[in-house]
């Protein structure tokens, strides 16, 4: 028997990651489904196991404290300081966008 690799695609992305308004524990969210495309190939071609590991959190934001902590600091604490993740998908910024308002703009351009 062949030993299988495993390889991580970690995920750190805001809102669209976190299953906001999904049907709970349906796996409909679309790093699940990224997580079955990608299981499905890597079976195809032989070639080991990839894992998608998501670490979205809604309300992040890229320099700022949201509804948790920035961005900035979540790549060194999820992706940085974790082995493993050969592959990184990082959307950040969404919510830094809709947030302010001309009353508070942002601190600085991002």
Known sequence: MRRETLRLLRLEIQLQM?????????NHRWP????SRL??????RNNGVLGVVNVGISGNRVLRY????DGVSRINRDILARDGARYVIILEGI???????????PPMAI
């Open 18 to 26: 976190d299953g906001w308004q999904s049907t709970p524990n349906k």
């Open 32 to 35: 699940d489904y990224l997580a």
């Open 39 to 44: 299981a499905a190939e890597a079976v195809r």
């Open 66 to 69: 949201g509804w948790g902590p």
């Open 95 to 105: 919510n830094d966008i809709g947030r302010f308002t001309s009353d508070h703009p």
